[in-house]
């Protein structure tokens, strides 16, 4: 089985890194992207096994991200987890229902984060054995 693919979109260069490295590190393959823009421009050409995002983006929002890839084919069901500091209750309900499977809240300990990446790519590789 080849690795999984993870989309990496976060603005925050320092955190950013520590995020390619914990993945990197349990043997996912990861790119990266500063913001929403550049997200899409990458997701033209290739498609992740997964998602991992801030909603606080500049040029264009983490919310208006989830809702570009759930219109589009290749990336309707592409699993993505939103990790942000954006605690409000509204704010958790809105990406959720807006499209997102999965919601933390920055600061996050990194062995959830990778057991909620590794719940999310489980149910994905269980969805796609049975299409």
């Known amino acids: 089985m080849s690795k999984f693919k993870i989309l990496i979109v976060e603005d925050d260069v320092v955190l950013r890194e520590l995020l390619e490295f914990l993945l990197q590190r349990e043997g996912y393959e990861t790119h990266c992207c500063n913001d929403g823009s550049e997200a899409q421009d990458w997701l033209r ?5 997964l998602v991992l995002l801030d909603l606080q983006l500049p040029i264009i929002s983490g919310a208006q991200l989830i809702q570009w890839l759930r219109n589009r084919e290749p990336s309707r069901a592409v699993p993505i987890l939103v990790l942000t500091s954006l605690q409000d209750d509204d704010d958790i309900a809105n990406a959720l229902d807006s499209g997102a ?9 990194p062995k959830e984060l990778q057991a909620r990446l590794r719940k999310l790519l489980n149910i994905q590789s269980q969805k796609r054995s049975f299409s």
């Open 45 to 49: 050409g290739s498609t992740p096994d």
């Open 101 to 109: 499977n999965d919601y933390m809240v920055k600061p996050f300990q």
